[in-house]
């Protein structure tokens, strides 16, 4: 039988959808994670956008050493950011 090569960053996505995780916020530092090290970023974050409100929240982050230090919960402007 035939072997079908699957891209690295799909194998450790395929482990995070077999684990089973206690909240959506622990699935969510896994996922943070998996995406700071397959793209070799030592900083990811998750925001929810609000332009009505011109807001852009920091839902969740993974910083690694010496990353931006991007800290969940902090609030900006929508406007000063893109």
Do not use: K, W
């Not at 609000?50 to 852009?56: C, I, K, W």
């Not at 920091?58 to 000063?80: E, K, M, R, T």
């Amino acid at each position: 039988m035939e072997q079908i090569a699957v891209p690295t960053y799909l194998g450790g996505l395929s482990e995070l959808a077999a684990r089973s995780f206690d909240s959506t916020d622990e699935a969510t530092r896994a996922l943070l994670r998996l995406v700071s090290e397959q793209l070799g970023m030592r900083s990811t974050f998750l925001t929810h956008i609000t332009p009505a409100e011109d807001r852009n929240e920091v839902v969740a982050s993974h910083n690694a050493p010496d990353g931006c230090g991007i800290p969940a919960g902090a609030v900006l402007p929508l406007s000063g950011t893109f």
